[in-house]
């Protein structure tokens, strides 16, 4: 059993809305914590302030509120969902997930996403969190569609994270701060270690 099911999530529509690959991965989630792969889940979303909703509706939503709710819904115990909430991409789910993961002692993580995604997923939860986490993943399966729509997109953004991140030895925290937050765009200046 593991120690924490850790889903990731990439933000809501400019509407407000939820992509159903999204809800797709929470619902996976949701099944392994019924199903006892881990006790509870860490809904990590990709959150940026222009994702959130708040200038088209004046309603600021996050995927983690949003998926949380439906967590709740599907009958996942208040004390068994957990939330990260400042990460603007994948490289910041496995970084701010690391923290929560550590304050509570969890060395073991399911970490779920969509098929397409899970490549990538994969790298940066070694990379990330290292030697120091017992990792398993598990995959959402796409449609074909989305998929090959996905796919190439992901591939470019694997040879990014690898060009990024290479140099580091896994699960290097300090090292991986000096990059996140100096020279990766979607973090530097915006967060304080």
């Known amino acids: 059993m593991a120690d924490v099911i850790l889903v990731l999530t990439s933000g809501v529509q400019e509407d407000g809305s939820i992509e159903s690959f999204e809800r797709a991965r929470v619902d996976k989630a949701i099944a392994l914590v019924r199903d006892g792969v881990a006790p509870r889940m860490l809904i990590s ?3 940026p302030a ?8 004046g309603v600021a939503r996050t995927v983690q509120t949003m998926f949380g709710k439906h967590a709740l819904e599907a009958g996942i115990p208040q004390e068994a969902v957990f939330e990260e909430t400042h990460s ?7 970084y701010f997930s690391q923290k929560i993961c550590a304050a509570n ?15 990538r997923a994969r790298y940066l939860a070694h990379k990330i969190l290292g030697p120091a ?7 959402v399966e796409s449609a074909p569609e989305l998929f090959a729509l996905k796919a190439a997109g992901e591939q470019s953004l694997l040879a990014m994270s690898e060009q990024l991140l290479e140099p580091l030895a896994a699960g290097d925290t300090a090292a991986l701060e000096e990059v996140l937050f100096r020279l990766h765009p979607a973090f530097n200046g915006e967060y304080k270690r």
């Open 45 to 47: 979303g990709y959150a």
């Open 50 to 57: 222009h994702r959130t909703g708040v200038e088209r509706t």
């Open 88 to 94: 603007h991409d994948t490289i910041g789910n496995f």
């Open 105 to 119: 002692a969890w060395q073991s993580i399911a970490v779920v996403s969509s098929d397409f995604h899970l490549p």
């Open 133 to 139: 986490y017992i990792l398993a993943f598990f995959s």
